[in-house]
């Protein structure tokens, strides 16, 4: 048995789908059980509770061969992370109390830094605040979505990809989240180690080679262009990011864009994407469509 947490987000359905097709079992901790019901169905042992309830989680542990740990992701987070702090202490003692065989967390590029990161800092601070636990664990430190593109299916179509990577043709770590999802079953399933592990998992992409992507899903000519920094803060806002609010998630490019969050890091396993952009819009305009 695996405890996944995220089940209904991307990268913890992914992880589900692929430890289902291995044929483990699964047991995920939901808030609203109806959410969950596709994996109800699929034999998923649902547990009532979330990532504020420690006690929640150390009883969603409870006789687990390892355990799949991420935090929600918030795009708009307090100045001093107190969101991502309060769910890390509640991991933390969960994960004392209970210590599974081994413990796959989901991290980013750009961890290993403690400054400059903006929302990635939350994940720089789950590998600092996991570091004493007992059980064997994994962080898996991944690129940028593929999936945050998909956008693009829809804005595309009169031939511009509006992105905040700059310039278009540099290369940074990207990732499909089913990449990470087959990953992390490996890591939970596979062979044990001892301590502490960090896997980059992407591989190096332009904007430009993803609107390429994008454009012969759509048919069409498709180019990134890079919204000046000075209009950061409003394109944000048109993704629902509250005024005022943006510092973090432009803090976030601004690292990225400066190539602080590219593979290579010293001290970790490197595990290349097999999924390309052009595989995930397809996958999504077929669902769509």
Sequence with gaps: ??????ITGKVGGATAKHLLAHGKEVRALVRNRGKAANWANQGVELVDGDWNDPAAIEQ???????????LPAVWAPSPDYKEAKGVIANYVEALTKAAPPRVVALSSMGANRTSGLGMIMALSLL?????????????????GFFENFLYGLQVAQGGTLPVYYNPTNRKSTMVATNDIG????????GPAWSGQRIVEIGSMVTADEVA?????VLNLDVKAFAIPRAGWAEAF????????????AEEM????????MDLGVAGTEHVAGTTSARHVFEAASNVNG
Aim: proline fraction near 4%.
């Design 1 to 6: 048995m695996f405890l996944v947490m995220g």
């Design 60 to 70: 969603a542990l409870k006789g687990v061969e390892g355990a799949f740990v991420m």
């Design 127 to 143: 590998e600092q605040g996991f570091r004493d636990l007992i059980s064997p664990i994994a962080f898996v430190r991944a690129g």
């Design 182 to 189: 087959a990953e992390v079953a490996t890591l939970l399933t």
């Design 212 to 216: 390429e992507q994008l454009g012969e």
């Design 237 to 248: 806002e048109q993704f629902g990011i509250p005024k005022g609010h943006s510092g973090p």
């Design 253 to 260: 490019f601004e690292a990225v864009n400066a190539g602080w």
